[in-house]
């Protein structure tokens, strides 16, 4: 069994990273439009004790919602795709059940 630790950040983005993730899906302007506020995730992921996995984007969260509840919702999205990657990609046999520490710090 491999031994699997993820830590995630989610965090005010730069302007750099909005105008960006902007370009890249035009449709979240609509969002931003709605008050919706931008935030960058990332997430690592270390299996064994080498780097596994890298995911990071620019995520909308809605107005008033808890920026950690909406982590914690990222990191389960995030977490379940940079796994079936791994499964698929790299041929590592890892589950969510494997995930010995989770790391999550909201900033």
Not at 72 to 91: I, K, V
């Amino acid at each position: 069994m491999a031994n699997v630790s993820v830590a995630a950040l989610l965090r005010a983005p730069t302007d750099v990273e909005v105008r960006e993730g902007l370009e890249r899906n035009p449709g979240s302007r609509r969002l931003a439009d709605r008050g919706w506020e931008p935030r960058w995730f990332e997430l690592r992921l270390d299996v064994d004790g080498e780097g596994g996995e890298h995911v990071h984007s620019l995520v909308w969260v809605e107005p008033g919602r808890d920026a950690r509840e909406a982590a914690e919702e990222e990191l389960e999205h995030a977490l379940e795709e940079a796994l079936r990657n791994l499964r698929d990609y790299e041929g590592v046999d890892v589950w969510p059940d494997d995930v010995t520490d989770r790391e999550l710090t909201v900033a």
